[in-house]
T-cell receptor, first 116, second 114 residues
Framework: AQKITQTQPGMFVQEKEAVTLDCTYD???????LFWYKQPSSGEMIFLIY??????QNATEGRYSLNFQKARKSANLVISASQLGDSAMYFC?????????????FGRGTSLIVHP | NAGVTQTPKFQVLKTGQSMTLQCAQD?????MSWYRQDPGMGLRLIHY???????DQGEVPNGYNVSRSTTEDFPLRLLSAAPSQTSVYFC?????????????FGPGTRLTVL
């Protein structure tokens, strides 16, 4: 079974609109970390945002926020006010507690295209 | 700091050839990993290391060898290249095993096996 599921292979959004990229995860560990990475067409992996399983508040980094719903095991990335430069692949990843599978597992990614 | 560096950026091999993908980091990170990225498959873990002299297999280790003789370097060896190994390879590192530590990625190596 996949530990990280990204159900949207591709998403389209109009410039300046907000968009939500879905991510669900599967773990029985109480302590884990969730990450989102961006991969533009140039190929590099860019860290965007982190959410810890014990964090009470949703993480935010500029225009990026993470909608963390622990009971539903979801960690959706919200990009507000989309820009053309946001067009990229987005990967959700999970790193479990030190006693568990501590090497991050990645989802299959979502391709986001921002239209002008 | 240079971060995580990978060489070469591009490589074309013939079936059966061997080669080594180089990875180095200058952040004194304990953990280093190799992933391969294929269309629609995300990043899949090949091998990883939790410190010098310690390596272990990931999800897709067949056809690849690794070693970690120093903290800085983590080369990936293809023993006898096959077309199924055509992929983009990423090396990554992180400070330690804590779940809040992000991974830093190298720029990737695009490998084509003919």
């Amino acid at each position: 079974a996949q530990k990280i599921t990204q159900t949207q292979p591709g998403m389209f959004v109009q410039e300046k609109e907000a968009v939500t990229l879905d991510c669900t995860y599967d773990t029985s560990d109480p302590s884990y970390g969730l990450f989102w990475y961006k991969q533009p067409s140039s190929g590099e992996m860019i860290f965007l945002i982190y959410q810890g399983s014990y964090d009470q508040q949703n993480a935010t980094e500029g225009r990026y926020s993470l909608n963390f719903q622990k009971a539903r095991k979801s960690a959706n990335l919200v990009i507000s006010a989309s820009q053309l430069g946001d067009s990229a692949m987005y990967f959700c990843a999970m790193r479990e507690e030190p006693g568990g599978s501590y090497i991050p597992t990645f989802g299959r990614g979502t391709s986001l295209i921002v239209h002008p | 700091n240079a971060g995580v560096t990978q060489t070469p950026k591009f490589q074309v091999l013939k079936t059966g050839q061997s080669m080594t993908l180089q990875c180095a980091q200058d952040m004194n990170h304990e953990y280093m990993s190799w992933y391969r990225q294929d269309p629609g498959m995300g990043l899949r873990l090949i091998h990883y290391s939790v410190g010098a002299g310690i390596t272990d297999q990931g999800e897709v280790p067949n056809g690849y060898n690794v070693s970690r003789s120093t903290t800085e370097d983590f080369p990936l060896r293809l023993l006898s290249a096959a077309p199924s190994q055509t992929s983009v390879y990423f090396c990554a590192s992180s400070y330690d095993r804590q779940e809040y530590n992000e991974q830093f990625f190298g720029p990737g190596t695009r490998l084509t096996v003919l």
